[in-house]
């Protein structure tokens, strides 16, 4: 089931009492949501006297919270578990609560054992890059655009509306992040936060086509130790992707998709 930005939002109503969950809280259902790593959950609200909208509530608990923002109540057990998997595919809603972007200095800190290291390329290496990549993901090439020395702080920048990256420095890691972006977005259709489990998991498939930065196992060993939330491989369509592509090529060098 489909919906327009906002409609969501409509059905999960943020109300101003908010219900906490906790370990004690008696869930009754609960689902993962894997690209924004949000929880729709089914619970009895334990409170007395009985509230006036109703004794169940189905709503959706952002990553490391620990209240239903946005929630819908029930009277009965029965309405709420129908609701509960009606809407348990369709992800929260795609406003600023669930966009916020929880664990992006996590990401920066695992990056920062390898981003810089990765080998420098030029402007023809990242197109041949970025052009076997959108082959892989069906998708159309980036323009890519090299700004050397432009902006300090900053070492690459994805331009999600315009299919676009601006690269500030030529490292080959830095170049795949803002590719994972892109993926994400246009791929998985991750609306959610920019460093969500969803990316990470497309950043990490990304990753493993190129041994030369570090092993596959080694490098989300070392996302996992940062406390990175990663989104399941079968979850994610770009891993889904990936996997028939590798399937498909069987060790074919012409796929290989590292600069020379």
């Given at each position: ?9 409509d ?10 969950i ?13 690209l924004?790593?949000a ?20 709503g959706?608990?952002?990553e ?11 009277q009965?057990e ?21 966009k916020?972007?929880?664990?992006v ?6 990056e920062h054992h390898?981003?810089l290291?990765?080998m ?13 990549l ?16 432009k ?12 299919n ?12 795949l992040?803002?590719?994972a ?22 950043y ?15 490098l989300?060993a ?7 939330s990663?989104a399941?491989e ?5 891993s ?5 592509w590798?399937d498909?090529?069987n060790?074919?060098?012409?796929c ?5």
């Amino acid at each position: 089931m489909g919906f327009k930005k906002g409609a969501l939002s409509d059905i999960f109503r943020r109300r101003r009492s908010l219900i906490k969950i906790n370990d004690d809280t008696p869930i009754s259902e609960q689902h993962l949501h894997p690209l924004s790593g949000a929880v729709l959950v089914l619970t009895k609200i334990d409170s007395k006297p009985r509230p006036v909208q109703g004794r169940y509530a189905v709503g959706w608990l952002g990553e490391g919270r620990q209240h239903l923002w946005y929630y819908k109540n029930f009277q009965t057990e029965a309405d709420a578990r129908q609701f509960f998997e009606r809407h348990k595919k369709d992800g929260p809603p795609q406003n600023n609560y669930f966009k916020q972007d929880q664990q992006v200095n996590e990401v920066y800190g695992w990056e920062h054992h390898f981003r810089l290291k990765t080998m420098a390329l030029t402007i023809p290496q990242m197109e041949f890059v970025t052009g076997k990549l959108a082959q892989i993901f069906n998708m159309e090439a980036p323009v890519v655009t090299f700004k050397p020395g432009k902006k300090k702080k900053t070492y690459a920048e994805a331009d999600l509306q315009n299919n676009k990256i601006i690269m500030y420095r030529p490292q080959l890691a830095l170049l795949l992040h803002e590719m994972a972006h892109l993926v994400n977005d246009q791929v998985n259709q991750d609306k959610w936060a920019w460093h969500g489990p969803g990316f990470v998991r497309t950043y990490l498939s990304i990753l493993s086509l190129f041994p030369i930065i570090a092993p596959a196992e080694k490098l989300e060993a070392l996302a996992r130790e940062s406390g990175l939330s990663i989104a399941k491989e079968n979850n994610v369509r770009a891993s889904r992707l990936l996997r028939k592509w590798r399937d498909h090529c069987n060790g074919d060098p012409h796929c290989d998709p590292t600069p020379t």
